[in-house]
């Protein structure tokens, strides 16, 4: 199968990037025949096990910045600020190289991003199927912008399927064009399965890799950005509050942020019941889920929470807000979720939840749960299986 992808991200420093990065390593590695287009202000080399062209933009490819929804690595234009007359020189840009690759290539099928300029110009130039992935952004930009919106419609209306990576995703997408089931899809994009993978024991040899202290007979675990939206003063104004009563439980923070100096402060204060951990290795991540009884996320805002699935997928439950996507894959067999985060009702959760050893009834349901539903892997196995069907469809 030849198959086509296009970003308009680079394949790496960014989600959407690293999303067709994975898709085309799955199936390069399955002996598929894989060329991704790529859309950036310069040309670039990537070492890839598929093949990579670019499509530079700027002098002297072209006058205009490549533009982008809203923050991008390597471009500072927007689609908001663009004229008339550059957005017409975009597409014609884009119109001219996509027809020359898909001439050369001949794919058998197409996976583009976002419904947008790209997508709709693929759509007019050929006749094969294409799948979509929507992450969101479209919708709002073309609802400030009505310049887009054609573009929008006409991805939506001649596309085969459109993938939604989120159940948010998936809703929004319904409810503004109408979709059903057969053309949208819901298929998580999911954690790393090749990175979290369940551990059946050894509890206490990674306890002394991380320098617990015997006395910590529980482990809670804040891991994300030390922001604001992300909870960090809740969760350590918690911890202050429950060590001032208890000495058996360790708090493990893990990451950097505007709190970085407090979170410091803390864990000299407390020392063997605080540890502060600014940065995990890729082979550490896993472990520090492991042996942690319970990964607390006091989140205001939270798009997805990927976070939260590495640790049910090493078997930790989790106690978060009841937003955003965590609402979906949180319940009451693998966490809680709060609809009211303040100071003493996560207190008295993480104490009812420690004391009663959730986490051992929950661990192998959290690992199953995380990894029949939300893997990369599982994921990946239903977009075969939807280019599959697609082609056979043609």
Known sequence: MNILYITPFPLEKSSSGTYIEELARYFSFHGHNVLVINIDNEKKK????????????SKPYLDIEFPCFTTHPNTSNKFYSMTDNQIQKYENYLKKAFEKIIEVFKPDIIHTQYLWINSAIVCEITDKPIIITSFGNEIQTSEKNIRYQKYVKNAVENSSFIIAPSKQIEKELRDTFDLDSIRLKLIYRGY?????KFIEDKQ???????????????????????????GIDIFMKTANNILESRNDICFIVVGKGEYSEEVKKNAVKYDRSFLYFPVMTTEEQPLINHISDLHVMPVRYEKFGIKALESLAMGTPVLTSNIGELAYFINDNNGRKLSDINEDVLKRNINEMLNNDFKKDVSFFCYQYAQRNYSKSAGLKLISKLYDYAISDE
């Open 192 to 196: 790393n399965d090749d990175i979290f």
């Open 46 to 57: 990537y070492d890839r096990p598929y093949k990579v062209i670019t499509i530079p933009f």
């Open 204 to 230: 206490q040899m990674y306890r002394e890799y991380f320098s617990i202290h015997k006395q910590c007979k529980k482990i809670v675990l804040y891991y994300d950005n030390l922001s604001h939206i992300k």
